[in-house]
Structure formats: structure tokens, C-alpha cells
T-cell receptor
Framework: EPEVTQTPSHQVTQMGQEVILRCVPI?????FYWYRQILGQKVEFLVS????????KSEIFDDQFSVERPDGSNFTLKIRSTKLEDSAMYFC??????????????FGEGSRLTVL | AQKVTQAQTEISVVEKEDVTLDCVYE???????LFWYKQPPSGELVFLIR??????QNEISGRYSWNFQKSTSSFNFTITASQVVDSAVYFC???????????FGKGTTLSVSS
């Protein structure tokens, strides 16, 4: 069964460092998303991406965050200067369609980021 | 503003008991979608169901059933004859028609003991 894959599964970094989280969406999917979950809390939407541009973003997704589809398969989330509060599980998701009626989100297993 | 409330933080049951997880939502949209996701201890998010705002029929899938009541803005999830493998965090979520952003509740941690 096709799946969304994320790397790394766990990354530890020092505050102020740049981090790139990588995702390989399901191959025929066109819509890509990042969500995050701070330990023990709810899952929060960060950003959605379609046709090489951001289609929607939340207040959490400020200037220190950026997303990119550098090639035909990867979808990345970059955090420029990490802060302690960026420590969370980051989930990538993809869907074939962009509307909720038909676009089931498939989530990856998450990348745990720990900022020290 | 959209909001999802899962008032039950943790529920503990013994195997074979039935359990209902509550979900109450708020939205001003007339067209919206409700979801349930399961997050097992391994951490991934597993899609369970999607329901649109025009379809209030209850749904049953094996031991799982969902009760959508627009009048009370609730979308409750029942597991019949629970099993240890059902132990997980369960999230209710809401989206508008565009569906690009899911609003999740805080989740309910279900522990099923043998």
C-alpha cells in the first residue's frame, strides 16, 4: 500500500540551528501538508501546498518556516532558527484531491524534533 | 471560528466493554467535514472516517460506529467489544469545504486492559 514517508524519524538539534524535515508524499498526490503535534497536545495545521505554492498557512507558520518541493518527489519543511518551543512531532500529509469531500489525507509516521 | 472539543481526556475500560468517545464541534460553515483519526503508540495518524455535514446517517464499520447529530453539533465514536489493540489516542477533526486545514480536538486517550 502506498504511504507517505518522512525522514528523519527523530532529530535533535541545538537552539538557533536550521533544520530540514523531509517527506516523500504518495506519488500521484498533488496536495501536501505539514502538521505538528507538541508532546501530549493536539495536532495543529501548519501549511498546505499545491502547484508549487502555499495555498494556506496557519499563524504558527511564521517567517522562520518555509516549505519547498525541490524535485518531483520530496516535500520539505525548513525551520531556519529553531527555538525550544519548536520541539514537536511534525507530520507530513498528502492527498490526491484538495477538497475535503474527496481528498483523504494520508499522514506519514512523523518526524520528532527535539530542540535543546 | 472553528473548534473541536473532546471533553474526555482519558478513558480506561476492560476488554469487551463498549466505549463511546465524544466530540463536539463549532463552525459557521454550512458545508463541513468531520473526521476521526487514531494515533496508536507508534505515533502515526490513521484515518478512520470522514463524514460530510449533509449526511447524518450513522455509520457502522465492524466494531466501530459513528453517531453524527447536527442538532447537538456532535460526532461521537463508539467502539463495541473493545480490544487491547484499540488502545490509542483518538482525535476528532473538522474541516471546511476546501478541506486544506483540519482542526483537531485535543484527543482522547483510550486504554483497554485485558
Amino acid at each position: 500500500e502506498p504511504e507517505v514517508t518522512q525522514t528523519p524519524s527523530h532529530q535533535v538539534t541545538q537552539m538557533g540551528q536550521e533544520v530540514i524535515l523531509r517527506c516523500v508524499p504518495i506519488s500521484n498526490h498533488l496536495y501536501f501538508y505539514w502538521y505538528r503535534q507538541i508532546l501530549g497536545q493536539k495536532v495543529e495545521f501548519l501549511v498546505s501546498f499545491y502547484n508549487n505554492e502555499i495555498s494556506e498557512k496557519s499563524e504558527i507558520f511564521d517567517d522562520q518556516f518555509s516549505v519547498e518541493r525541490p524535485d518531483g518527489s520530496n516535500f520539505t519543511l525548513k525551520i531556519r532558527s529553531t527555538k525550544l518551543e519548536d520541539s514537536a512531532m511534525y507530520f507530513c500529509a498528502s492527498s490526491e484531491y484538495g477538497d475535503a469531500n474527496t481528498g483523504e489525507l494520508f499522514f506519514g509516521e512523523g518526524s520528532r524534533l527535539t530542540v535543546l | 471560528a472553528q473548534k473541536v472539543t473532546q471533553a474526555q481526556t482519558e478513558i480506561s475500560v476492560v476488554e469487551k466493554e463498549d466505549v463511546t468517545l465524544d466530540c463536539v464541534y463549532e463552525t459557521r460553515d454550512t458545508t463541513y467535514y468531520l473526521f476521526w483519526y487514531k494515533q496508536p503508540p507508534s505515533g502515526e495518524l490513521v484515518f478512520l472516517i470522514r463524514r460530510n455535514s449533509f449526511d447524518e446517517q450513522n455509520e457502522i464499520s465492524g466494531r466501530y460506529s459513528w453517531n453524527f447529530q447536527k442538532s447537538t453539533s456532535s460526532f461521537n465514536f463508539t467502539i463495541t467489544a473493545s480490544q487491547v489493540v484499540d488502545s490509542a489516542v483518538y482525535f476528532c477533526a473538522l474541516s471546511n469545504q476546501a478541506g486544506t486545514a483540519l482542526i483537531f480536538g485535543k484527543g482522547t486517550t483510550l486504554s483497554v486492559s485485558s
